[in-house]
């Protein structure tokens, strides 16, 4: 596969060729994404709900991050890896910003951040695009502010609300964000919000008329089930299968059919040796 890049992105942007979202938080999943020949790999902070079993992200840092991130890129080569700032690495500065942005490019192998957040994070997005590191946005719906917004709800119902996501919107733009997510908006919102840029926007749950889509991978999997999103679609029931491929071991460990005496096992190096050891 040809290695991604911001190029890429803008590329595909011009030709109004969809981009393709999903997140990986180790080796493996890294390895798919990429097979699968998806554009982007995003190392989101849902991890700490998909693959740490935590109840949201806001205890996740950026030794965290940079744990699994560095884990995703032993797997994933091609397609660009964007890696996101946890809660609390960002907002206190652009100084601090930056320090952060650094260390996920260092030492977690990011080839792009993304941070949440609207027109308030415009000057922090300048400082860290200003230092050659690309910065996805992401608005609407952001997790990270849960508690802000009173739980996890579509965000921009109203013109006027819709109207304040726009304007986030293009301040990022504005900032230099290469794209965006827009999260859980109301389609003809992400729509108009799509149609005033000139950046892609990324949507997950915002309907079909953005510039790409993404996905939690172990959500669309199926295999991650505790909480499932009305924007969510499954691409297969891999949660349920592998459940009934541990079943199985376990059922053929205890009546003995596995392992098999021919077919998974090690023989000695002749007959012979067979009687002399026993
Ligand atoms: O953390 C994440 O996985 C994300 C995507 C859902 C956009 O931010
Ligand atoms: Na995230």
New binding site residues.
């Given amino acids: 596969r040809k290695k991604v890049t911001v190029n890429t992105i803008a590329s595909l942007y011009r030709k109004k060729s969809p981009i393709t ?1 999903l ?1 990986a938080y180790d080796y493996p999943t890294g390895l798919l994404v990429d097979r699968g020949h998806c554009d982007i790999c ?1 190392v ?4 700490a709900m998909v693959a740490l079993g935590l109840p949201n ?1 806001s205890a996740l840092t950026v030794d965290d991050m940079i744990y699994h991130s560095k884990a995703v890129a032993r797997g994933c080569t091609a397609a660009l890896r964007v890696v ?1 700032m946890p809660t609390g690495s960002f907002q206190i500065s652009p100084e601090e910003a930056l320090r952060n942005a650094f260390r996920l490019m260092k030492e977690g192998e990011a080839e792009a951040v ?1 941070l949440e957040g609207g027109a308030e994070m415009a000057e922090t997005v300048k400082r860290i695009t200003q230092a050659g590191i690309p910065v996805m946005g ?1 608005i609407g719906l952001t ?1 990270q502010h849960e508690n802000a917004l009173g739980g996890f709800r579509v965000q921009g119902k109203t013109a006027k609300k819709a109207e304040k996501i726009l304007r986030d919107a293009l301040a990022l733009q504005e900032a230099g964000c290469f794209s965006m ?1 827009v ?1 859980c908006v109301p389609s003809p919102v992400a729509e108009t919000i799509t149609s005033m840029l000139s950046v892609p926007t ?1 949507g ?1 749950g915002a309907g079909p008329k953005t510039s790409g889509q ?1 996905l ?1 991978t172990m959500d669309m999997f199926g295999v991650f089930d505790r909480f499932v999103p009305k924007f969510c679609k499954t691409y297969g029931d891999f949660g349920q299968s592998m459940t009934g491929a541990i079943e199985k071991f376990v059922q053929e460990v205890k009546d003995g059919s596995f392992p098999d005496p021919e077919s998974h096992t090690y023989a000695m190096a002749s007959p012979k040796e067979v009687e002399e050891w026993a």
């Fill in positions: 979202v997140t995003l989101g902070d849902s991890l992200t996101d993304k992401h997790p997510v999260e990324i997950i993404v939690v």
